[in-house]
């Protein structure tokens, strides 16, 4: 059992940036691949990044291209998710989720075995 657990979300301003973590307990961490999901109120669960187990190949949806930025630290089994330029819109719950192999496109959350709880980013205007 891999245990997730995301941090770093709150309340801020349009245009602020923010960082959230994402701290595994699994083993030999950079074998796992990871993606970041975000779900607003009233909507379906969406994709917002990914990497990669290995060469941390990255992956992000295209509404956060140039904004957001995914990265791992593997020494502290921690993969983080650097947003900036925030907006309204971006306000939802963030979830991370893991899996040693992902088949196929890392954009589908059934690729994913296991997630953490979320963590809420409120962003006002």
């Known amino acids: 059992q891999v245990r997730l657990v995301e941090s770093g979300g709150k309340l801020v301003q349009a245009g602020d940036s923010l960082r959230l973590s994402c701290a595994s307990s699994?083993?030999?961490?950079?074998?796992?691949?990871t993606g970041w999901f975000r779900q607003a109120p009233g909507k379906e669960r969406e994709f917002v990044s990914a990497i990669r187990r290995g060469d941390g190949s990255v992956n992000y949806a295209d509404f956060v291209k140039g904004r957001f930025t995914i990265s791992r630290d593997n020494a502290k089994n921690t993969v983080y998710l650097q947003m900036n330029s925030l907006k309204p819109d971006d306000t939802a719950v963030y979830y991370c989720?893991?899996?040693?192999?992902?088949?196929?496109?890392?954009?589908?959350?059934?690729?994913?075995?296991?997630w953490g709880q979320g963590t809420q980013v409120t962003v006002s205007s």
């Open positions: 699994a083993r030999a961490f950079s074998s796992w691949s």
């Open positions: 989720a893991s899996n040693l192999m992902i088949a196929g496109s890392d954009v589908k959350s059934g690729a994913y075995r296991y």
